[in-house]
């Protein structure tokens, strides 16, 4: 939905979105970093954005670009519910304790391996670009042998 406002060169909008968004995360975080930590960037970090992204930018796009808010959620749902998925999967791995670099990349890995299976596995579109690249590579690979 970004990209239609840039498609459109509805920018200002946009920008004035962004900029907020960026000056109210700098603010929550470091009125939340000393309270609770790390948990107070992260904090600082997903508040502003649910609030702006979830709730500010669909009415900016209804505005710029005739988008409707039903519509922009729909758009969303399904990235969402991966997220909520990945989140159910792998969030008790935050109980973890990390001893070594060795069981911090390993943790890191299988994580990522999750979601990757998880987007392969409910988004058509990605599964299609896949297939699409290994054709790509096995023509290439057969053409120079």
């Keep these: 939905s970004t990209s239609l406002l840039v498609g459109k060169a509805q920018l200002r909008g946009l920008m004035l979105l962004t900029v907020a968004e960026a000056a109210t995360n700098f603010i929550v975080t470091v009125a939340l970093v000393r309270p609770f930590g790390v948990y107070g960037v992260a904090l600082g ?3 502003p954005m649910a609030v702006f992204r979830g709730v500010v930018f669909p009415f900016l796009l209804k505005k710029e670009i005739g ?3 039903g519509d922009y959620f729909r758009m969303q749902g399904r990235a969402v ?5 990945y989140l159910l999967l792998v969030g008790g791995l935050t109980f973890v304790s990390l001893p070594s670099y060795t069981r911090f990349v390993l943790l890191g890995t299988g994580s990522t391996i999750v979601f990757v299976v998880l987007v392969l596995a409910l988004v058509p579109e990605a599964r299609g670009a896949v297939k699409e690249r290994l054709a790509r590579r096995r023509a290439k690979a057969s053409t120079a042998s």
């Design 45 to 47: 970090t997903a508040a």
């Design 81 to 85: 519910g991966i997220g909520a998925l």
């Design 67 to 69: 988008l409707g808010i």
